[in-house]
Structure formats: C-alpha cells, structure tokens
C-alpha cells in the first residue's frame, strides 16, 4: 500500500514538473513568435553591437524553435492535434516526400535545395502539430498586454522615421545579410520601424487595430481611452508606411473587427469574408488601376509601375508554370522565390497562389490550402467558444486580410505566426 502511495505520489511530482517546464518553455516559444514577427530587431541590434554586421542568422529562431517543439512533444505525450489537421499535414508529408524524389531524378535538383525549398516555403506549416504540445499555455491577457506594450515604441519608432523622412537605423548590413526591403518610396521614407519592411509593419498594424476595435467594444472608462488612442495611432502609422496593399488590408481587418464585436458575425458569415476579400484584391489588382489611371500624375501613391511589373512577373511565372507539360502543372517546377542559390536569384512573384502553384503544382497547391483552410476553421471554431476574447477578436481579424495580401506578396508565414501565437494562449 504505501508502495502503491509513494508511486502516485512520485508520478504527480513529475507531472508537476513536466507542467512546470512546459510552461516557461511556452513563454520562450512567445519570444522566439515575436522576434519572427517584428523580424528587424535581431539585425538591428546585431548592426549595432558588430558594426553593421549581422553574426547570428535567423534560421536560429527556427532551429530554436524545433528545439522547443520537440521538448514540448518529450514532455506532453499526447498534443491533442484536431484529426482533421493532422490528415491534412500527413497528406502534405506524403506529398512532399514524393515531390523530392521527382525533383532529384527528374529536374536534378540537389538534395540540399529540395530541403531548403520545402523548409523555407512551408516551415511553420509543417512545425505545426509539434506546436499543439503548447496549446493554451500563456494567459491570452499577457500576450495581449505584451503586444500592446510593443506597440508604443513600435509605432512611434515608425511615425519619426516619417516625419523626419528618416530611415533613422540601417537598411542594409555592411555583409548585405538583411535589409529593409521598399523603404524608400520616391524620395519619401516610408514607415517600416523595428521591421524588415513597411508590409510586415503594415501587418502588425492590422493586427493592433483590429485588438483596439474589440477593445473599444468592451471595456470603458481609461481603458477605452486607452484603445482609442491606440486606434488612432495604428491608422496613422498604416497611412506613413505609404503603402498601398497596407492601406487596404487594415481597413479590412478592422472592417472584420467591428463585424465581429458590434454586429456579432460568427462561423459561415466571416469564412465568407474570405471570397469577398479576394475579390477585393483581384479588383484592386486588376480593374482599380484603370479606374484611377488619371490620377497618376497628382500623387505617387497612385503609381503604377510596381503593379505593371507584377503583371509581367505574374504572367512569365503562369506561362513556364502551364506551358511545360502535365507533370509540371501537377507537380510544379520545385522553383521558389529565394536569392539564396542561383538558380532562384532572379525569381519574384510576390503572389501566395501562383508562387504555389509555380512550386508545387496543382496537387500540391490543392492539398496545402486544405491545410490552411483547416486553421481558418480552428480561428473560428476558438471565437465562437471565446467571443470576447480581445486577441483572438484581433487575430481572426487580421487573418481574415490573408485572401487579400496573399495577391501582392508572399504573406503566408506572417498569418502562420500570428495563429501559432494565438494557439499558444490560454483563453480566459
């Protein structure tokens, strides 16, 4: 009997311990999400203290990263993966499996770029049932006050560097190891702050916004205040990052944000956001520019030439991608946009759908936005079940944009982050 006693209790002390460990492993995890997000504060500090060099490359956030994943399957057994994200990540796995096996026989690709190609595409994607092992384990009120923190010097970093026409901090590192990508916008700085670009700022802002809206619908007196001003500030840095996918996609995240708290939409009615905010891009993409082609003249903003690029970006990439037979279409060329090896240097689609396509082909395409399609549903499924939850209001707000940016830029792991730092929080 006091065998049996000593057991139970020795068992419960390791569980304990295993709680106890998996916790401060999910706050590391929060830390590592965040330096992905805001993806300049690395560098910056980098530059600063190695003069202008960047001596720690940031696939050690991912390396970090699986480090913890797989701590965190040692310590909790059983993730509790959904079925249905699992079946579509296995497909993907399986999928992928025989997508390098085609690309080293068939397009004699080496070894070593079919892994960084699969990894630099889809590596959160496929991190992600690792990740369940830290499913609600921070207070949703922490990340949420830590965001919001983050934010006051983030956005007044971004509006000086407008103001003063300023970059202020380095764009590029002496070793050409990160820059800041777009920043100068005909002789105006556009605001990109602690950020690889005024497009990955613009997605924070998104974010902010819509977390200001929820929290204008709920709290009262200081906080209210307090959300407001927060609200103003977000709208007026999107306006500085003179940015012009940015704009809209704020307005859209904060149109889902007042949906969602004001008017109460739940399940089908936001999913259907998705079809309405696509179609938004492709009219912004192609029916817009005719629209206001008179005005070109008057303000740069309304400058067509970066969009007269993508067409013929976007049209060269669909014309290889369909004209080189079945296999092809099917299972795509294996090409990513990268500088990392020669083959890719040249490569820029900035479109989510045909750099899929153009990758992976029809199969593959199909199966990965099955995947993605499967977290869209688990967003909603966690507002329906937490409806005054300010982050995960904030979150599916923002990600609710992802339709519209994935058609002028590869935005994928910016909306990946963002759902595996709502995973991680404990909902109140």
């Known amino acids: 009997m006091r065998v049996a006693v000593a057991y139970t209790q020795r068992r419960q002390q390791v569980r304990e311990q295993s709680w106890g460990l998996g916790h401060w492993l999910g ?11 805001i993806n300049g504060v690395m560098p910056q500090i980098e530059m600063a203290i190695f003069s202008g060099h960047v001596q720690i490359p940031t696939v050690v956030l991912k390396l970090l990263m699986i480090a913890i994943a797989v701590l965190g399957v040692l310590i909790k057994r059983k993730l509790g993966t959904p079925a249905p994200i699992l079946l579509a990540w296995a497909t993907l796995v399986t999928y992928l499996f025989f997508e390098a096996v085609f690309f080293t026989f068939f397009a004699n690709y ?31 009120r922490q990340i949420a006050t830590i965001i919001t923190w983050l934010f006051v010097p983030l956005v007044s970093l971004g509006i000086w560097q407008s103001v003063t026409n300023d970059p202020i901090l380095p764009t590029i590192s002496v070793d050409q190891y990160f820059q800041v990508y777009s920043w100068d916008f005909y002789g105006r700085v556009r605001a ?15 974010l902010v916004a819509a977390m200001s809206v929820a929290a204008l619908g709920q709290c ?32 859209l995240a904060v149109t889902t944000a007042a949906l969602v708290t004001f008017f109460k939409w739940r399940g089908i009615r936001l999913s259907l956001l998705w079809g309405v905010y696509a179609g938004i891009g492709l009219f912004v993409a192609f029916v817009a520019p005719a629209i206001i082609a008179g005005l070109r003249g008057t303000d740069h903003l ?17 014309g ?6 079945v296999a092809t279409m099917l299972l795509g060329t294996g090409l990513m946009q990268s500088s990392r090896f020669a083959l890719t240097q040249k490569i820029v689609i900035d479109n989510v759908w045909l750099s899929l396509l153009f990758q992976f082909g029809l199969v593959g395409f199909l199966i990965i936005l099955a995947v ?32 519209f940016t994935s058609i002028f830029g590869i935005t994928t792991p910016d909306y990946l982050l963002l759902f595996t730092v709502w995973l991680i929080s404990r909902k109140a």
């Open 27 to 37: 706050y590391i995890l929060l830390l590592v999400l965040l330096l992905s997000m």
């Open 110 to 140: 080496s070894l070593i770029y079919i892994v960084y190609s699969f990894e630099s595409t889809l590596y959160f994607l496929l991190l992600l049932p690792l990740l369940y092992a830290f499913k609600e384990t921070v207070d949703e």
């Open 192 to 206: 990109f702050s602690l950020f690889g670009s005024a497009s990955n700022f613009g997605h924070y802002l998104a």
């Open 220 to 251: 009262n007196g200081r906080r209210k205040s307090l959300a407001a001003i927060g609200f103003v500030l977000a709208l007026v840095a999107t306006y500085m990052t003179l940015t012009r996918a940015t704009y809209v996609e704020v307005l």
């Open 302 to 318: 309304f400058a067509d030439a970066s969009l007269l690029i993508r067409y013929e970006e976007w049209a060269h990439y669909s």
């Open 320 to 325: 290889i991608w369909l004209n080189h037979g």
């Open 372 to 403: 993605i399609w499967q977290l869209w549903k688990t967003l909603m499924k966690g507002l329906q079940a937490h409806p005054r939850s300010i982050l995960t209001i904030g979150v599916v707000s923002a990600c609710s944009t992802f339709p």
